[in-house]
């Protein structure tokens, strides 16, 4: 996802309006509750449960990316933008009404040693209580609280993977998840810097990375964001200024009345002038893509890869009294040319499969055939 974090749309009035008052005040909701408390078979239903679903079911109408996030869920996403949460190493997302995509699986985690891939589709949730849960009738955070767990818990989902005539169920134990945010290292004469996230830090590590590798002796860059799930606008803002001179069109952001607000290189310069390739992949998704499509179409740079994920809207956090949170969709964004990139990815400018998954690893040219053709265009060969 893209989160803005900072209060710089001037259309986001106060949350006091006449269609929420009339929601509010609707009569069907204390009739619903009166039934509740007088009929439902278990006299002491969990009412803080009770509230989560309404909130969500509220949200979940509007679109599959606007949510309430809970005290507890807020506290897990910023430990996961710091780096370190428990769980087994997944970004999902819901990708429609329906499913639960694995948008990309974390190097080195239980998940990836488990044999789950980007592009799953999960299916069921069993916990380490027995308790199983259908995915398709469930919330995005749900289904986060089910997957995350104490170190050493077992979790079993069941998966569909393209291609595969039936359903498998994978069983996986969670444990500490420590993520390398951007990976780095020389390829001959050129530099290879994978980033993992738009995190706080993506923007100061993937500047450093560069400028070593230029020490180093790199003479061109690849930048790999395959599998990445996406995360802060301002991240994004600064990398891209790093790479694209000066006044160049980063993204249009276009909120609820149409009126566009376009975002521009400052023209950072760490990377600005030599030969560059990203590499993408239909786990790259939200700011990934925002990246990508800002580098293929001013010409900096070629798109390697398969179609990326297609996730173009906006979430804002809006803290909440009890801690929480309220995640909602507040605008849509737009590549350079004007491209809608929601429900439709950035292509690449050169297409790439992985046509053996099972012998895949990124970062090594004998195994990533992704990375071999990038280094091939690099090279002139």
Partial sequence: AVFAETDTYPWLSSPETAASSDILKNPVFKEILGWINRAYVDKDPDK??????????????????SRYISP???KMEQDEMRGKFYGIGLQIDKKDAERITVVSVFEGSPAEKAGIKAGDVIIKIRDDAGELTIVKSTTLQTIVKKIRGAKGTKVVLT???SGAAEYSKIE????????????FKKIGNTGYVRLNMFNGTAARDVKKAIDELKTLGAKNMILDLRDNPGGLL????????????AGKTIVSIKNRDGAAETTFSDGYGFYEEGPLVVLVNGGSASASELLAAAIKENGRGKLVGTTTFGKGSVQRGFPLSNGGQLRLTVAKFYSPNGNVIHGKGVEPDIEVEITDPANFKPGEPEKDPQLKKALKILNGN
């Fill in 172 to 183: 996986v134990t969670r444990d500490e998840i420590k993520i390398q945010n951007v990976i």
């Fill in 234 to 245: 301002d991240a994004v803002d600064f990398i891209a200024s790093g790479f694209l001179p």
């Fill in 159 to 161: 998966i569909y993977r």
């Fill in 72 to 74: 507890e869920e807020a």
């Fill in 48 to 65: 803080e449960k009770m509230l989560e679903g309404a909130l969500n079911g509220l949200l979940q109408s509007l679109d599959p990316n």
